[in-house]
């Protein structure tokens, strides 16, 4: 890998932090994804389709049940068709999706590609000068760490998603019973009514 090559790689990496930068502050990862779970009403796992249209593959949250069969973004910019994205958004009863500048969502395939995160800062261009073997270690390790904090996310949001499920399965079964059992009150009180008048007649 030339100088020049990892040069212009960094002044395209600070580039993208200054766009980033017009309201978008650098955090940890993990307060970011603590910000995109508790202000978005949409999170799943889409594939980018024809016209950068996106089919969920795995749905984490979908909070107010709105249609998800054809989602559009003001996000397409930055999607190309095939990959598969973790999308944090607030989805619109019109099929619109608004993903935030500052949100978490990213490529699967390039999870380290989040310029406000600063666990993924990349190192200095003089290290690559002084020692390129210590700078690659570095970037290396900080590709790795992307991809297991990716995989420790999607496990964690299958495991929120699983327990929300149950739930609703639960509230639905207490409401079933709770039927039945207001049902079966109105008829004991029914017969009891029919009965006395009944005894009434004689």
Request: hydrophobic share 40%; glycine share 2%; proline share 2%.
């Amino acid at each position: 890998m030339s100088f020049k090559i990892v040069l212009l790689f960094i002044i395209c990496f600070i580039c993208s932090k200054t766009t980033y930068a017009t309201h978008c502050k650098e955090h940890s990862l993990q307060f970011q994804q603590q910000y995109c779970f508790a202000n978005n009403n949409f999170i799943a796992l889409c594939k980018i389709g024809d016209n950068k249209q996106l089919l969920v593959v795995e749905l984490f949250r979908n909070s107010d049940n709105l249609d998800i069969d054809h989602i559009t973004s003001n996000y397409s910019s930055r999607f190309n068709r095939g990959e598969v994205w973790l999308i944090y958004g607030a989805l619109h009863k019109n099929g619109e999706l608004l993903i935030d500048e500052c949100s978490v969502s990213r490529n699967i395939d390039k999870p380290y590609d989040l310029p406000f995160v600063n666990d993924y800062d990349i190192p200095s261009p003089i290290l690559f000068q002084e020692n390129r073997t210590k700078f690659n270690e570095i970037l290396e390790g900080i590709k790795r760490q992307s991809f297991i904090d990716l995989n420790d996310e999607i496990s964690q949001l299958r495991k929120i998603s699983t327990i929300n499920k149950q739930n609703k399965k639960s509230v639905l079964y207490y409401l079933i019973y709770g039927v039945i059992l207001l049902q079966i009150i109105v008829l004991f009180l029914n017969i009891k009514i029919l009965k006395k008048n009944n005894v009434k007649r004689y």
